[in-house]
């Protein structure tokens, strides 16, 4: 599609380097000289430097043959210019960026086929965050109370090992309630069956009628905090030594050891093989580990050492043998949770890269 853009600010910005990603055709027309130029420079578009509401420089860009055009200037008032101006040329989509909820009416009077207004989204997540914490990300789905959001189900949620088709079938699953999509293996998203588990630590993606949110959110979350048994309390003291994971919440590490299990293996015991799926990643409690990889040699590893994150957080196949040396007590977490933490502490994934930049990956 022909794209064009009125505005190049911060928020038109992040919407041209998108259009440019997905391969649309984008024009951006903006009035200060130094943001077209950073434009073309940054994402190669095609740039005018003059007014989205002069005559003239649209008709330079080529507006009438147009598919979309977006009014993304930092004025309510340039963009309902631009907006009547786009759809008196016959631009068929018109998208507007209503910065006072006050001007939609105005925007509709001029044709605006869609109207974001800043002021809603912003007050909907800030709702969202303080009614309901446990959510990570909400979208209204058109003009009723359908909502789309994101949800993780902590180890400990009284669904956590069910399929889809089981948690539905729950009494206390809201019948309006809907999967739309879970988390990999691999992090990416898939869309579920009605066969697909859901463990602890996955995010899964829902479509709900906002009402419904609070019978939803005590379907799926743990009424209160579990007790760590002994074997897990282990674990969270282990998993607190990790240099890495120093940086992480309390209730994030709790959620760790919650779902990581202590794991005894006798001398000699090999643990993975370079080229097996990393399922899991290991911190080591007592006795020793080798790691053999090609190239690389070999190195001893003893406690707290931690070893195979790489592959537990890429999913990619293990690129070193871990044979145990002297008999050894390990913590074995799994690869889905701690991608889960991971994913949610940005600070915890430069601490991990800091880490293996200091001592080279070990997958």
């Not at 903006?30 to 950073?38: A, G, K, L, P």
């Not at 759809?87 to 105005?106: F, H, K, S």
């Amino acid at each position: 599609m022909y794209v064009v853009v009125a505005g190049g600010g911060h928020m038109g910005t992040h919407l041209v380097s998108r259009l440019v990603a997905e391969g649309h055709e984008t024009l951006v027309i903006d009035i200060d000289r130094t943001v077209t130029e950073r434009l073309f420079a940054e994402q190669g578009v095609v740039v005018l430097t003059g007014s989205a509401t002069d005559i003239q420089v649209l008709d330079q860009a080529g507006i009438k043959r147009a598919d979309v055009a977006v009014a993304m200037t930092g004025r309510d008032a340039d963009n309902l210019s631009f907006c009547l101006l786009a759809r008196y040329y016959g631009v068929p989509r018109v998208l507007a960026r209503m910065l006072n909820p006050q001007y939609e009416v105005p925007y509709r009077l001029v044709g605006a086929t869609k109207i974001h207004s800043e002021a809603e989204i912003l007050v909907n997540s800030f709702l969202t965050s303080i009614e309901f914490p446990e959510i990570g990300a909400l979208m209204q789905v058109g003009k009723g109370d359908i909502v789309a959001f994101e949800v993780r189900i902590a180890p400990g949620s009284p669904v956590e090992g069910q399929s889809v088709s089981e948690i539905v079938r729950r009494p206390d699953f809201p019948r309006r309630c809907v999967f739309i999509g879970v988390e990999g293996p691999s992090g990416e998203v898939e869309v579920p069956g009605g066969g697909t588990v859901i463990g602890g630590g996955t995010s899964v993606m829902l479509a709900a009628h906002r009402p419904d949110l609070p019978q939803l959110l005590r379907c799926l979350t743990p009424t209160a905090a579990a007790a760590l048994t002994d074997e897990q309390k282990e674990a969270l003291e282990t998993l607190s030594m990790v240099s890495f994971l120093a940086g992480v919440a309390r209730e994030d590490l709790t959620a760790l050891a919650a779902g990581a299990r202590l794991e005894k293996r006798a001398r000699g015991t090999t643990l993975y093989r370079a080229g097996e799926p990393g399922d899991r990643f290991y911190v080591l409690r007592r006795g020793s580990v080798e790691l053999e990889g090609a190239g690389r040699g070999r190195s001893l590893l003893r406690p707290p050492a931690y070893f195979g994150e790489m592959s537990a957080l890429t999913g990619e196949a293990r690129t070193q043998t871990a044979h145990v040396a002297e008999d050894a007590e390990l913590v074995a977490l799994d690869s889905g949770a701690f991608r889960s933490v991971l994913l949610r502490n940005p600070f915890l994934a430069i601490e991990l890269a800091k880490a293996l930049s200091d001592r080279g990956q070990v997958g």
